[in-house]
């Protein structure tokens, strides 16, 4: 009883903080993406970059720019980590294996953070610092300017324009990321995060033996890893390291980090469409799916915490030991929804319940709230089919925040919606029916599947946290691992951005009798039941024959 007490109140905590920043953090990032001054920084960038920032860009031209930025990011990552060995500070690092090498620049480009290596013993300081944390920054900027790109084609009437890429990339990441990073750092240094970038250096273990420990700026990137909801880590044992996150207190900071900006942004759409209303209507649907999705993983968690399961050590096992089972449970529930991809426990240690709503939490398109951006841009066209199906019934046009869902949007939402479930899917089948994929695999049946099903879930919806149990740092998981990220990123941006643009151009459709109000409780119930029905639909076969089934054995 005493640990479910905890655990209630480490989640309260969480809610209240989220809470509390919700109005102050959603309000600057609008004026952040609507103010008119550029800060001398910035404009010293844009000149190097040969960018008139004050020239707005139609949607096609704000997709190549995304999909440039991205390419060249890919090639220059993929480069350095190729190149290691003759880089500074590599710690006697070789060059990444061609594959790995692909799958980490597709990985960390993608927002995925996706990881088939071991950090401290692959990568070299400079590869960490100037390939991995800068991605950290710019991926998750990117998410954002998209979102804002949306939340701009709802805003504005009759205009070809959706504003700037490279405005939107380096205010995200100078006005917003970069700041919180710096003071979240030196919170968590002083916690006992590590920040250093000393050589390899031996220590004496409890039991009389050597172990080499290989030193890193921890603190840095793991703030900024959970922050733009990225991922992965420096040390292979992740955000369950000491030195990432040293004890309970930046356990829960961690978790309130890698959650704030994407449950604030809906305040930013609400400020940027001219009524707040729609932003509570949008954060509602957002608290209602993560509490259900705290509860159920919550309560298959701590079922299995009776006196046997106690007894023989089976209710912590792959649990973080220092945290306990429930709050780990909030961090892998935490990280499943927001497309972060960090973990401080063992996911395929979890109750086939517990792991399967895991999964389920990224099926769902990581929506509540997502990744930074991409969470908002997601639950919006969520939004746009909602009020479609809601058209549907009463026989009317559809209209969404005075703008018309005709043919050309609807037909862009539901492809947007169906990339996700086809390279889920579609990956794991090939991986499921061919030698390369099974023999990879350390255990059969529905667990088997499950793990093979978890390790394409992540990878298609750009989360990056890993079930376990299935050796991907081969060419096949690599590859077919690696575009699943690669299309499971940039396919939907493009149809988002296309989605902006036909909206931007419509003029206003004044309310009638007909139109659906979508601040009150009716539509925020309809979009929680579109949202899960649609992935029930979609998933169904592939959770009964993984989960589900093992729940049932």
């Known amino acids: 009883m005493s640990s479910t007490l905890a655990g209630i109140l ?8 989220l809470a509390l920043c919700y109005k102050p953090l959603g309000d600057y990032m609008y004026r952040v993406y609507t103010g008119t001054r550029h800060l001398a920084v910035e404009r010293v960038l844009y000149r190097l970059v040969g960018v008139k920032p004050d020239v707005e860009q139609r949607w096609g031209v704000y997709a190549r720019s995304v999909l440039a930025f991205s390419a060249l990011s890919l090639l220059f990552l993929y480069a350095l980590q190729r190149l290691q060995s003759h880089l500074f500070l590599s710690l006697g690092m070789g060059p990444v294996e061609p594959s790995l090498a692909w799958n980490t620049a597709v990985s960390f480009v993608s927002n995925t953070n996706w990881q ?4 401290e013993s692959t990568m070299g300081h400079v590869v960490q610092t100037a390939g991995l944390a800068v991605q950290n920054f710019v991926s998750a900027a990117v998410g954002m300017a998209v979102a804002i790109a949306l939340v701009r084609g709802f805003a504005r009437k009759r205009s070809d324009t959706l504003g700037n890429f490279w405005v939107d990339l380096v205010r995200g990441t100078i006005r917003i990321l970069l700041p919180i990073s710096f003071v979240a750092a030196l919170v968590l240094v002083a916690g006992g995060a590590i920040q250093t970038f000393a050589d390899h250096s031996t220590w004496t273990t409890l039991t009389g ?13 793991e703030v900024i890893k959970l922050l733009g909801t990225n991922g992965g880590g420096i040390f292979n044992a992740n955000s369950a390291h000491p030195f990432e996150n040293p004890t309970s207190w930046t356990n829960l900071l961690e978790i309130f980090l890698l959650t704030v900006i994407a449950a604030c942004l809906p305040r930013t759409f609400g400020r940027m469409v001219g009524d707040n209303r729609q932003g509570y209507a949008i954060v509602s649907v957002i608290a209602i799916i993560a509490i259900i999705s705290i509860g159920v993983t919550n309560w298959s968690e701590l079922s299995a915490n009776g006196t046997v399961p106690q007894a023989i050590g089976q209710a912590m096992e792959g649990r973080e030991a220092r945290f306990g089972v429930s709050n780990s449970g909030l961090f892998a529930t935490a990280t499943t929804l927001t497309s972060t991809g960090a973990v401080d426990s063992f996911h395929d240690s979890y109750s086939a319940i517990g792991g399967g709503m895991l999964i389920f939490n990224m099926l769902l398109g990581e929506v509540a709230p997502g990744g930074v951006g991409a969470g908002l ?15 549907l019934m009463v026989g009317r046009t559809p209209e969404y925040l005075g703008k018309k869902i005709g043919a050309r949007e609807i037909k862009l939402a539901s492809t947007y919606f169906l990339v996700m479930p086809v390279l889920v899917l579609v990956g794991t089948a090939v991986a499921m029916a061919t030698s390369n994929g099974r023999a990879a695999m350390l255990n059969t049946g529905p667990h088997g599947l499950s793990e093979i099903l978890y390790a394409y879930t992540s990878a298609s919806n750009n989360n990056g946290s890993a079930f376990g149990g299935v050796s991907v740092n081969t060419p096949f998981y690599n590859t077919t691992l690696g575009l699943c990220m690669l299309f499971g990123r940039f396919v939907p941006i493009v149809l988002v951005l296309a989605l902006a643009g036909s909206l931007a151009e419509q003029g206003p459709v004044p309310a009638s009798a007909g139109t659906l109000p979508t601040y009150r409780p009716q539509f925020v119930g309809m979009l929680v039941g579109v949202t899960v029905i649609l992935v029930a639909l979609t998933f169904l076969p592939a959770l009964a024959l993984g989960p589900l089934a093992e729940g049932l054995l």
Request: charged letters at 0%; zero cysteines.
């Open 10 to 17: 480490f989640i309260a905590s969480l809610l209240l903080a």
């Open 209 to 221: 033996g050597e172990q080499t420990f290989t030193p890193a700026a921890a603190a840095s990137q």
């Open 377 to 391: 841009y997601g639950i919006l066209v969520l939004a746009v089919i909602t009020v479609f199906v809601a058209g």
């Open 116 to 119: 088939a290596y071991s950090g």
